[in-house]
């Protein structure tokens, strides 16, 4: 029988699914964590705009939190939009009556310096804090808790250090764009600079969510603090630098871009065992395009530009092939290096022969040095098919046989 770890979300819906408790729910499971959700009010929202806010009452809410924990029980929690206090004090608790470790996300001020809640809502959210195991608060919240401007770098520990000071507990501040990624945490009085990089993109809603619910999420999974924090770290970012240009306003982060590198490296190791695999069962359709010292290997690049290639390659071996090496991944090799430089799918190196040839002169085969719209390059004097599957490398080979 099967079981995963149990986080739970206390958040609002977004209806365009960019952040809220659809945010959390994607991270979640695409951090291997089955994830419950307390839904603390309903949003009519897209990616420019906000239009409508529905509260859900307290009375329901706490109603959420008895079912759950009733049942499936999780040990940690986040929080994400709390519009009253009403609903604060209601959170609060159930959080202290189930005894819950809560990640929290004190949404207080967007992005941009806004103001989202009234100041008798950032009261109620001061004194959740102090039911927490760690806040997230953005720059601008982070000004707010703190009572000081946060400029550059030094203003930033600065603040945070207030923070922990003055609310005793765990904190990480998001140093966001304008600090090129740059958080700062507190973890049990240890300090940590978490550094970012800089990301060139509009398309960051639901950062904020998709960082805490993956702090949430590893800590389920049974990560100490200090040590999930940096893994949130990695996986925001790339949330983030492979965020999703979808709208007309500011576009989401893609939570599943994380779990997508894995499968699409594996997909690669696959699409080549494939090629391999049919150049064994038939060789022939491979030397074709192999002069008697000729050495084949083959380039998958995915959509993250990871390279999956052969160790050593493809030789021929009297009428047969001998395969060298094992498929291993962002080696630095000849053929990797030109699958970057031509931003190909595929690459199979491959010898000038009469079957080449012919099929060139016959328009089947396009050959050029720069690669646009060709099917074989040449480029320093070596020889690469190329192509925007495994299916289309094998496709093209076939043609040229059946010449």
Do not use: C
């Not at 309903?42 to 329901?60: C, D, G, I, M, R």
């Not at 074709?288 to 050495?295: A, H, I, R, S, T």
């Not at 720069?370 to 099917?375: A, P, V």
């Not at 074989?376 to 080979?397: A, W």
């Amino acid at each position: 029988m099967m079981i995963r770890p149990v986080a739970m979300t206390i958040a609002g819906s977004d209806s365009g699914g960019g952040a809220g408790l659809q945010a959390d729910l994607k991270t979640f499971t695409s951090l291997g964590v089955f994830g419950t959700v307390i839904v603390t009010g309903l949003t009519a929202q897209n990616t420019y705009s906000v239009t409508k806010v529905l509260e859900v009452p307290p009375e329901f809410i706490e109603a959420q939190f008895d079912a759950v924990m009733a049942d499936l029980k999780p040990k940690y929690a986040k929080t994400g939009m709390l519009s009253s206090s009403k609903i604060i004090d209601a959170v609060r608790k159930k959080v202290v009556e189930y005894n819950i470790s809560l990640v929290l996300d004190p949404v207080m001020v967007a992005k941009s310096g806004a103001p989202l809640v009234t100041e008798d809502t950032v009261n109620a959210l001061k004194e959740l804090i102090k039911n927490s195991l760690i806040i997230t608060p953005n720059k601008y919240e982070a000004e707010k808790l703190a009572e000081m401007k946060i400029i550059d770098i030094t203003s930033l520990k600065e603040a945070t250090r207030k923070i922990y000071d003055s609310f005793k507990v765990n904190v990480v501040v998001k140093g966001g764009s304008s600090l090129n990624g740059l958080d700062y945490a507190i973890i049990d009085g240890k300090e940590i600079e978490l550094k970012g990089e800089p990301i060139n993109t509009k398309n960051t809603h639901g950062s904020g969510d998709v960082f805490s619910a993956s702090l949430t999420a590893y800590l389920a999974k049974g990560e100490k603090l200090e040590n999930a924090l940096l893994k949130a770290k990695e996986y925001v970012t790339l949330a983030i630098k492979y965020s999703l240009d979808l709208g007309k306003g500011h576009g989401p982060v893609d939570p599943f871009v994380p779990a997508d590198i894995i499968i699409q490296r594996e997909n690669a190791r696959q699409e080549i065992e494939k090629l391999l695999w049919e150049f064994e069962r038939d060789p022939s359709l491979l030397l074709q395009v192999l002069d008697e010292n000729g050495k084949a290997n083959v380039a998958y690049m995915t959509d993250y530009g990871d390279v999956a290639t052969l160790a050593g390659g493809v030789i021929k071996y009297l009428d047969k092939i001998k395969i060298d090496g094992p498929i291993l991944l962002n080696i630095k090799n000849e053929i990797s290096e030109k699958a970057k430089q031509f931003n190909k799918k595929v690459l199979l190196s491959i010898s000038i022969t009469k079957k080449l040839l012919e099929a060139s002169e016959k328009g089947l085969i396009k050959i050029s040095e720069s690669g646009i719209n060709s099917d074989v390059i040449i480029s320093e004097g070596k020889v690469y098919l190329v192509g925007d599957s495994i299916s289309d490398i094998i496709n093209k080979l076939r043609r040229m046989r059946e010449l």
